[in-house]
């Protein structure tokens, strides 16, 4: 769920300096506003020359990269392809989302690929072998990943080792019990229909148009709730104009990408339209963890966290807890994208998610997410994602070679980290310069 411009994403990590100034412009407005829709785009201009860019680098890689390649190559803005963009962007993204809680700690997880890909291969024995429900069988990997999640979380907080060093023993570790399980040339066919829809898939064109009616409906809910919880405890409320902005926003952009996929994109007589299955389950995800990170003590803590531990601590959070709760979300969600990662290929491998973990990395940061942490939002790492498969999507469609993707993705990732340090730096200069 995005923020109205001007709002704070964290706000555990706001300084002394940006609450005396928040005071300030509430004294000097006693209308009940913060200001008018200009003084809030000034502030947001002011915030971002302060070094809090957020998603604006990554809003605006996105927006370079659509027209450079719809320029290049005729195939890049059609139905077809917005669709293929969509599914391709499914696997990627949860995993980034994953990421994202243990990144906002300043902490990593390198097993993640194949924590999702042992959870898989789990699934796939107790499907095809022990003949178990697949719900039951899905329940069961989601377990087993959040243990895992637990196991690193707990050498993590308790013992003390780096997060670097113990998720990098389980990416190999966990390899290994892949292989055991499934055999040096372990390749299972997923035999559940329902598993190989979510990405081959597409709902019905009704459904698609009822998910966007949802999308914008909790996002007009929502902003009225804030409002009118603010009101009755007498704080400052934005202009409704900026709500009636964003929900707008929301309904055309939306609308225009629904009655896209609406349209038949097949190239054969089979018809194929209506929005891919894997964009709601993703979608919903990404809600639910945006509404945990910004409306729970959960999420208030775990921003606390990663802004300053040992602040955090002093203030009575179990810094210990909040660090286990994150990586057992991650593998959690790891899972997640492990399951999308098979329900595309149909199969599982006892190779699985060994190559997209550092991918998911580069898309949490390329979408603004810091890792020095405390900043960051999951959609952030959902924008980070799109825009990487974009870059895959794209030179694949000018028919330039691995080699070459893999050189833009890190550029792009080393441009993206470079610009999170200098904003750092800059936040902070700029900081003490108020104090």
Same mark, same amino acid.
């Given at each position: 769920?995005?923020? $109205?411009?001007?709002?704070?994403?964290?706000?555990?990590?706001?300084? +002394?300096?940006?609450?005396?100034? @928040?005071?300030?412009?509430?004294? /000097?407005?006693?209308? %009940?506003? $913060?200001? /008018?829709?200009?003084?809030?785009?000034?502030?947001?201009?002011?915030?971002?020359?302060?070094?809090?860019?957020?998603?604006?680098?990554?809003?605006?890689?996105?927006?370079?990269?659509?027209?450079?390649?719809?320029?290049?190559?005729?195939?890049?803005? *059609?139905?077809?392809? =917005?669709?293929?963009?969509?599914?391709?962007?499914?696997?990627?993204?949860?995993? +980034?989302?994953?990421?994202?809680?243990?990144?906002?700690?300043?902490?990593?997880?390198?097993?993640?690929?194949?924590?999702?890909?042992? /959870?898989?291969?789990?699934?796939?024995?107790? *499907?095809?072998?022990?003949?178990?429900?697949?719900?039951? @069988?899905?329940?069961? &990997?989601?377990?087993?990943?959040?243990?895992?999640?637990?196991?690193?979380?707990?050498?993590?907080?308790?013992?003390? =080792?780096?997060?670097?060093?113990?998720?990098?023993?389980?990416?190999? !570790?966990?390899?290994?019990?892949?292989?055991?399980?499934?055999?040096?040339?372990?390749?299972?066919?997923?035999?559940?229909?329902?598993?190989?829809?979510?990405?081959?898939?597409?709902?019905?064109?009704?459904?698609?148009?009822?998910?966007?009616?949802?999308?914008?409906?909790?996002?007009?809910? *929502?902003?009225?709730?804030?409002?009118?919880?603010?009101?009755?405890?007498?704080?400052?409320?934005?202009?409704?104009?900026?709500?009636?902005?964003?929900? !707008?926003?929301?309904?055309?952009?939306?609308?225009?990408?629904?009655?896209?996929?609406?349209?038949?994109?097949?190239?054969?007589?089979? $018809?194929?339209?209506?929005?891919?299955?894997?964009?709601?389950?993703?979608?919903?995800?990404?809600?639910?963890?945006?509404?945990?990170?910004?409306?729970?003590?959960?999420?208030?803590?775990?921003?606390?966290?990663?802004?300053?531990?040992? @602040? +955090?601590?002093?203030?009575?959070?179990?810094?210990?807890?909040?660090?286990? +709760? &994150?990586?057992?979300?991650?593998?959690?969600? &790891?899972?997640?994208?492990?399951?999308?990662?098979?329900?595309?290929?149909?199969?599982?491998?006892?190779?699985?998610?060994?190559?997209?973990?550092?991918?998911?990395?580069?898309?949490?940061?390329?979408? !603004?997410?810091?890792?020095? !942490?405390?900043?960051?939002?999951?959609?952030?790492?959902?924008?980070?994602?799109?825009?990487?498969?974009?870059?895959?999507?794209?030179?694949?469609?000018?028919?330039?070679?691995? %080699?070459? *993707?893999?050189?833009?993705?890190?550029?792009?990732?080393?441009?993206?980290?470079?610009?999170? &340090?200098?904003?750092?730096?800059?936040?902070?200069?700029?900081?003490?310069?108020?104090?």
């Amino acid at each position: 769920m995005s923020t $109205e411009p001007g709002h704070s994403s964290n706000p555990s990590t706001n300084t +002394a300096a940006a609450t005396a100034t @928040a005071a300030a412009q509430h004294t /000097s407005i006693p209308t %009940g506003h $913060e200001g /008018s829709v200009r003084d809030q785009f000034d502030a947001y201009l002011q915030r971002v020359r302060g070094g809090e860019m957020g998603m604006l680098p990554a809003l605006a890689a996105l927006v370079i990269i659509t027209l450079v390649f719809w320029i290049a190559t005729p195939f890049f803005i *059609t139905k077809l392809n =917005i669709a293929n963009l969509l599914t391709q962007t499914g696997a990627l993204m949860m995993l +980034a989302m994953a990421l994202t809680f243990v990144i906002l700690l300043a902490e990593i997880d390198l097993s993640a690929g194949v924590t999702g890909g042992l /959870s898989m291969a789990i699934f796939i024995l107790l *499907t095809n072998k022990s003949s178990l429900p697949w719900v039951v @069988a899905l329940l069961v &990997a989601l377990v087993c990943a959040a243990s895992i999640g637990l196991f690193i979380g707990f050498f993590v907080a308790k013992v003390g =080792i780096p997060s670097f060093v113990i998720t990098l023993g389980l990416f190999l !570790g966990l390899q290994g019990l892949n292989l055991v399980l499934l055999g040096n040339a372990g390749a299972y066919r997923i035999q559940t229909p329902a598993i190989v829809a979510i990405m081959n898939k597409s709902m019905p064109v009704w459904a698609g148009w009822l998910m966007l009616l949802i999308m914008v409906g909790l996002s007009l809910g *929502t902003g009225m709730y804030d409002r009118a919880r603010r009101a009755a405890a007498g704080m400052a409320v934005r202009p409704m104009s900026l709500l009636w902005a964003r929900v !707008g926003a929301l309904a055309i952009g939306g609308g225009l990408i629904v009655w896209l996929l609406s349209l038949n994109r097949s190239t054969s007589s089979v $018809e194929i339209k209506g929005v891919p299955i894997v964009v709601p389950l993703a979608l919903t995800v990404m809600w639910v963890g945006t509404m945990m990170l910004d409306r729970t003590r959960f999420g208030l803590h775990l921003y606390a966290v990663g802004g300053n531990p040992e @602040a +955090a601590r002093r203030a009575g959070i179990n810094v210990a807890r909040i660090r286990i +709760a &994150a990586f057992m979300i991650c593998s959690s969600l &790891a899972c997640l994208s492990g399951l999308f990662s098979a329900s595309q290929t149909g199969t599982v491998e006892s190779s699985a998610g060994r190559d997209i973990v550092l991918s998911g990395v580069a898309a949490a940061v390329v979408g !603004g997410v810091s890792l020095f !942490g405390g900043r960051g939002r999951l959609v952030q790492a959902a924008i980070g994602a799109l825009l990487i498969s974009m870059i895959t999507n794209g030179l694949g469609l000018l028919g330039q070679s691995a %080699g070459i *993707t893999l050189l833009v993705t890190g550029g792009v990732l080393i441009l993206a980290a470079t610009v999170d &340090a200098l904003s750092r730096r800059r936040s902070g200069s700029t900081s003490l310069a108020r104090g």
